[in-house]
């Protein structure tokens, strides 16, 4: 599909009051395979697109695990079924327990009917989930490499604040006391950004903590491994769930920020364009009543409306209200995805007894709205891209 560019008309385009058309310039919109080929190159695309296939996968697993054949009294259930099927075809009756042949009198014929391809479904479910059981953990590992790697960058990065902070301890040049030294310590590394940076090294340590015993380089107890194994095994773990609950709800915080920061800037954005027109308004109405006491009726007025409609545009005023409108809804789909996680991680810590498919769910939706988002700021920089070599041209 192609869209339509038509640059800007200055205020001074139509001095004889005839309004001079520009010719249109066209780009082709970027199609979905330019878009998808564009998030597969990107980190984050490529992170996302594989925790949506990989939780598409578990939740086929976990669906087979509950309702499916994994379900050991799913199948009991319909061997008996298969019994009363064989009975039913051949007549007589295979089976000689007492609790059994109870169970087969009690069954009904319309179950017969449904049981055939409710099984032909749960044999394809199985046979998915154990296919794609080596996807799976091949994408486990895949999107653990994604993110190993950054612990020494944030070591060096933990250094340098250290060092800065020793530096200004030490600063002989200013006549500050020590307390206020260490007060301006204190605020350093309690901003928001400085928590941010902790919590992500928290969470980078224990997570990749977890990739050197996957690769084996380190064993557990039970493997043949030194004895502190086990216990760093049980703290990675656990600080992995909990250095990524701080980082959610850190992230929240911020959607939140962002978000009343762009309800703030659109509402000033709204106030002063209505002040614009209520001036030019009074401005015009004041042209009027000089016209009328010079006694010239034939003056035209419309070329105020006119140049008053194309103000609205020139000063960019819809095109800046649009550019809030899609980064509040970029906010909004990043603050859900972010509480499906938050849902998710804490069925871990607090213990829930969630529903297991429900909770697989979660996992789902997040990658899905993640890589909704990625699509979303491609399809942006594309256009932008797109736009920039139009106006080149």
């Not at 878009?35 to 598409?56: P, R, S």
């Not at 194994?229 to 850190?250: G, N, P, T, V």
């Amino acid at each position: 599909m192609a869209l339509q560019y038509t640059p800007p008309m200055p205020l001074n385009a139509h001095p004889s009051g005839t309004r001079v058309v520009k010719p249109l310039q066209t780009y082709r919109e970027p199609s979905a395979f330019e878009i998808f080929n564009a998030c597969v190159n990107d980190l984050t695309g490529k992170d996302k697109l594989a925790k949506l296939t990989q939780y598409g996968i578990r939740l086929i697993g976990a669906v087979h695990d509950i309702h499916g054949f994994g379900n050991s009294r799913v199948k009991e259930k319909y061997r008996n079924l298969e019994l009363v099927d064989n009975a039913v075809k051949t007549g007589d009756s295979p089976i000689s327990n007492g609790s059994q042949l109870r169970l087969i009198l009690s069954q009904t014929a319309t179950v017969f009917k449904g049981h055939r391809l409710k099984r032909l479904l749960y044999l394809f479910l199985a046979y998915l989930t154990r296919k794609l059981a080596g996807l799976l953990n091949g994408l486990n590992i895949y999107r653990h490499l994604l993110r190993a790697g950054t612990v020494p960058f944030r070591v060096w990065k933990f250094a340098n604040h250290i060092k800065h902070s020793i530096k200004i301890l030490l600063d002989e040049s200013k006549s500050d006391g020590q307390a206020v030294k260490l007060e301006k310590v204190l605020q350093y590394w309690t901003t928001r950004d400085m928590v941010s940076q902790m919590c992500n090294f928290w969470y980078a340590l224990s997570d990749e903590i977890l990739l050197i015993f996957r690769f084996g380089l380190l064993l557990r107890g039970k493997q043949g491994g030194f004895g502190f194994a086990d216990a760093l095994f049980s703290w990675a773990e656990d600080h992995e769930l909990y250095s990524w609950m701080a980082l959610i709800i850190l992230g929240l915080q911020k959607d939140w920020n962002n978000w009343l920061h762009l309800k703030n800037e659109e509402s000033r954005i709204i106030l002063n364009q209505k002040v614009k027109a209520r001036t030019r308004r009074i401005v015009g109405d004041m042209q009027r009543q000089r016209g009328n006491k010079l006694g010239s009726p034939d003056v035209d007025f419309e070329d105020y409306e006119r140049v008053e409609e194309e103000f609205e545009y020139d000063h960019g005023y819809f095109s800046r209200l649009a550019k809030i409108n899609h980064d509040k809804t970029t906010i909004l789909i990043n603050s859900v995805r972010l509480t499906c996680d938050l849902l998710f991680d804490a069925k871990y810590i607090m213990h829930w007894n969630m529903y297991r498919p429900l909770h697989v769910a979660l996992g789902l939706a997040s990658g899905t709205l993640g890589f909704v988002n990625c699509w979303r700021g491609q399809r942006e920089r594309l256009v932008a891209e797109a736009l920039a070599k139009m106006r080149e041209q």
